[in-house]
């Protein structure tokens, strides 16, 4: 197994090396119209000078230097991703053929670590976070890979939640784990989007906090995982990095098969709810500002408001209108009497849509698909 | 008098010449952003293939001709008029040193008349108006001209309501005045735009017909009508065409005193109201399709709606929206859970806009103003 083989490389108590593995694989429909297909959400400059994927690797360039970067993405956008990342090394871009969700995106790099490298502690983040504080994250990143190695287990960050967010998972956290590792919990449960009541419960109890989407383990731990809960893919994968050549041919192949699926059903919360197991999933909790931009609902948070709630980039003349998000750089945008509407400008389409709707973005896409209007896609 | 002047002039039975006089001063601020200072809603195509002016014109020439059409403007759009209308002989294009509503416009085109015709029957025109059904219009025009010239009366079109609109004025109708001239009455009274309530009991009553603002009258008489009950105006306008040179320094400084005033305040109501007058006020009842497009919240008649009564120009992809009103031909528009919205697309800005509000959209062109934006007026 994975975790003997890495074992015998590595003398114990020598410290393994550290690689963050950036999942860039989305396609960021409800961005539409500024992410298209070509060009998802990851790749965008939605807030600052740098793309998402762009601060999300140089928030993880001190724990790990850039030599020790890889992006997972799909083939569409190994290009645009290699643009953007030029000082990371062209084969730690690894390209998936279709996307799978992220066990698979997990598994994938994970093999490229144990044949290239043997063993290393993984951090794993997703491409499209939005995080200021990053001395704070990174301090919570430490901690994490710590525990990862000092107990062999599958760590995930959990977010203090600050509202009763119906969108994201949640992580009943249970015993502490020790004093060495302050804010650190073995995980008890997780659970699923909740409805408004539960999630107002939640944050209420003070025992859950949000899955953040963001992992440390060690690669033999995770793969490991795999082999016991997720054999398909592993066998699938086995051997995809080798040496030998063909290599694109062997991952076309292994992925044709395999299952769309998130690492946190397949692998961290079957790993919980086991009776016996050699590893463990652990929590720990992070106070720093965070914020997964699953939709234009989210950038007020990002961006900051007026006093009326209105949050843009660009120039907006409001009148009486209150709760408005938008993003338009280029052109000037005057509201008269609108009340929480987002308004998205691009240069050939344009988006107007209710807040509450926010996640419908996607159906605009379908029904683009399905009138031919492919061109603005 | 004007009238004894003219009918001096003219020997009796001999018909005048028709001329059309198009009032073209509106600076359309209720369009922005199609609509700017330097182009008024009059000069941009909002719907088919000519400009909203161009088609008053086409409507008028078969009852007047080319050589007969009088268009009034004001001088930053001069150009722009003479452009459109390359058939219409350059010193028929009036320009206003400054807008000062209908009453001057009016004035100074009779003057004109007076000065280089003698005496003929003005049909007074807004440039901004789309009627579809033209036969019908010319028509009317016909009954109208021929009132005027048998009884040396006022007349004004009246539109029989479709619905209880609160932004028309109304006339209420009197006396029918004979038969050779159907649907021709004596005007009883002139009445504001009235409240919701007010304008359902006109509309069941029968008795009340929208002001169109547009006008058939001789020169001579409303001449006669200005000079008792606007003797300001004609006495500054009088001999401003006059053959001697300086014309344009006699018109600034004539228009430096004039009341900003509408036609149908300073005359037609005077004159319907007062007992004994030389002249009279009638009303043509009109059954053609009229629309005074006053606003973007006009457009759906003029367009037509989808079955969510939905109306645009351009391409739009609605999910879950009602009541949009689009223009938007070059760029695609998606709407998301939007209800009764008018959204407005041009190069530089873009307008977001309940439509219960569209009168408002006036306020963002002050505000624009105020921020020193006034490269998007």
Redesign the interface.
Known sequence: MAVDRSSKRMAPGVTLPRYAVIMAGGQGTRF??RSRGRVPKQLLRISGRHTLLQATVRRLVPLCSWRHILVVCSAEHADEVRRQLPRVPVEHVLVEPIGRNTAPCIALAAEWIAERVGDAVMIVAPADHVIRDEEMLRQTLRVAAELATAHDSLVTLGIEPSRAETGYGYIEVGQRIDRRHSGSFWVKRFHEKPSLRLAHRYVAGGQHLWNSGIFVWKASVVRAAMQRYLPDVSTALAGVWSAARGERQRLRRAYGALPSVSVDIAVMQPVTAARRSPMRVAVVRARFDWNDVGSWGAMPEIWGCDAEGNAAVG?I?P??TTGAVVY?PD????????KD?I?V?S????????R??AQ??R??SE??KR?G?VR?L
Chains 1, 2 share one sequence.
């Open positions: 539409w119209p120039t003349v009148v009486e338009s052109r000037l945008v005057a509201l008269v009497g609108v509407m308004v400008d240069p050939d389409a344009l988006l107007i849509c209710a509450d709707r419908d973005v159906q605009v029904i683009l009138r209007l603005y």
